[in-house]
């Protein structure tokens, strides 16, 4: 559920709202391309998890890539839940929006030394540490600063998440985590360290997964592993089974957050064991929509295309991932008007970047004319974060909306701010 829905404005047309906030003027206001979150959307995302989980300990730390707009780590802060940070880029942010540094998990596969000082030094939930070769980086930067790193381990299941090969994580050929023997071997390592402390265990699957089923393995098989370790005296106080859990973009059916956790929840009563997770999608995604604006109609040999002014640049999925994300008319059209220019046609949209892999969304029956308002709905996830400035594109600005009110959370880019930090050879540099 989100809280993006047609309501009838004031010349009687349906049109997009986002909470109480109507999408064409929010896009006359501030201009297309725009990034649109709602706060709303994003709480009650948050509120199904910290329901799902009940009273049962746990943490939930929401996975700051998805989106890492200081607003929305902001709300995330201010619901009391902990985030998953993966750079120290990441952890700056979740200080400046104010989270707690006691509530980040920090997980990746390439941290630096420099990032883990920092992370110590503020003091961290726990590192996830996902190779030998970083677990003794990690021992050696917390014995040098005197302190103790708290560790997790994080595993490789070997476990089929059935999702997009680029998003799944949990498969031997990724280079995700670590076997279950080479996590033998870094337990022993990290419980005779003095500057190491052996919290946890975490695993990450992958992403958009719409079963419980391979969640629910996954546990099993880290759940052996606990009861493994114990028996050798080292005991584990919590586990991390990460992000992963679907989204419907458009006809999937993932498990609701809270039969998902619950699910997770059912199987850990009476093992003591603390739950972490970490959403990103499914908290963001439907929170937020790209507004995009049609410029130009065009037809190549049969094939319709709308040229609107976002792309690629914008919005990545669907041409990294062939993703499918739901684009509607922000203003439904009149169509039986005669309008000058309207089409209805099987259109692919595409941006104005010079690559035949921008495009929004292919074959989609539309009925459009110039200057139409286009959202693109599930983009508060993986959407803003994986922009870039390709083709020298300025960067969308983003707006959150609560209630009736809404924000520029980030101003839109300045063509001059784009090569602000660059310079050309001085003269005297003589060429060939
Ligand atoms: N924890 C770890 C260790 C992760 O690597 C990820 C995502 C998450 C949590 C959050 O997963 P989520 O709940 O969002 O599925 N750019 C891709 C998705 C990449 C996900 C990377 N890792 C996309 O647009 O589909």
Known sequence: MDHFEYRTDADGRRTLFAEDCNVAELAKAHGTPCYIYSAATLTRHVKAYLA????????????????????????????GIGFDIVSIGELERVLAAGGQADRM?????????????????????CFNVESFAELRALADVASSMNKTARV???VNPD???GTHPYISTGLKENKFGVSFDDARAMYRFA??????EVTGIDCHIGSQITQTAPF??????VLAMIDELAAQGISLTH???????GVQYTTETPPHPRDYAAAIVKRLQGTGLKLLLEPGRSIAANAGILVTRVEYLKENQGRHFALVDAAMNDLIRPSLYNAHQQIIPVTEPIVDAAEAGRREAEFDIVGPVCESGDFLGKQRRLSLAHGDLLAVRSAGAY????????NTRARAPEIMVSGSQHFVVRQREKIADLFAGEQVLPEQVTLG
């Open 152 to 154: 997790s381990v994080r």
């Open 216 to 221: 629910l393995d996954a546990l099993e098989k």
């Open 191 to 196: 419980a005779d360290h003095s500057a190491l």
């Open 383 to 390: 959407g803003f974060v994986m922009s870039s400035n390709y």
């Open 239 to 245: 586990i991390d089974l990460g992000g992963g859990l």
């Open 105 to 125: 998990v920090f997980s990746g596969v390439g941290k630096q030394p420099h990032e883990m000082r920092r992370a110590l030094e503020i003091g961290v939930y």
């Open 159 to 161: 476990v089929d998440a």
């Open 52 to 79: 799902a989980l009940g009273d049962y300990p746990g943490m939930i730390c929401y996975a700051v890539k998805a989106n890492s707009n200081l607003a929305v780590l902001n709300v995330m802060a201010r619901l």
